[in-house]
C-alpha cells in the first residue's frame, strides 16, 4: 500500500471486513511518520520483530514507545537465534524483552529452510511443511491466537 492510501487505512479495513476477510497483515517499516501513526491507531496486535542483538533490541525502542503511546498490545519475536544449545545471546535477549512486554514464543532459529523458502516464493510452511522452521512458525502462529481477543479470535476462526 503506498503512503497516498494510508490516510484510507481505517476505510480500507473496514470494507474488507466487510468482504469476509477476517486477518490483515501490514509490514511496516521502523520508521515513525503521520502516515505510521495512522497505522498505528489501525491495528488490533503488533508483532514487533527484533534478533537477539543489543542493535536491534535497541532500534525497537521507537516502535514500542509508538505502540505504549497508542496503547496497542504487542507480542516481540525474537528471530534469527542461533541454533548453538548453549549460546545465551538468545535466552538474554528473551529476558530482557520479557522485562519490556510480552514475548511470542518459541524463538525463531536461524534455519536454511527460511531462506530457501524466500528464494523459493513462499512461505516456510509451504516449501518444507515438515520442516523444524515450519514448526517453529505453527507454534507462533498458536502463540498469537492465543493474545487475541475474543473478538479476534472470533474474526480468524
Excluded: Y
Excluded at 529452510?113 to 514448526?135: L, M, N, R
Amino acid at each position: 500500500m503506498g503512503a497516498d492510501k494510508l490516510a484510507q487505512l481505517p476505510q480500507i479495513l473496514k470494507a474488507l471486513e466487510t468482504r469476509g476477510f477476517t486477518l490483515a497483515v501490514l509490514d511496516c517499516p521502523g520508521t515513525f511518520s503521520t502516515a505510521m501513526n495512522l497505522v498505528m491507531e489501525s491495528i488490533e496486535l503488533a508483532l514487533v520483530p527484533a534478533r537477539p542483538t543489543r542493535l536491534d533490541i535497541q532500534a525497537s525502542r521507537p516502535t514500542i514507545q509508538a505502540l505504549l503511546r497508542f496503547q496497542r498490545p504487542f507480542l516481540f519475536v525474537l528471530n534469527q537465534c542461533s541454533s548453538i544449545p548453549r549460546s545465551t545471546r538468545a535466552n538474554e535477549a528473551a529476558t530482557g524483552l520479557s522485562a519490556l512486554g510480552s514475548l511470542a514464543s518459541p524463538l525463531i532459529i536461524q534455519r536454511t529452510d527460511h531462506q530457501d523458502a524466500i528464494a523459493a516464493g513462499k512461505g516456510v510452511t509451504e516449501f518444507a511443511p515438515a520442516g523444524k522452521g515450519a514448526d517453529e512458525i505453527r507454534t507462533l502462529w498458536q502463540c498469537i491466537s492465543e493474545t487475541l481477543t475474543p473478538r479476534q479470535k472470533a474474526l480468524v476462526a
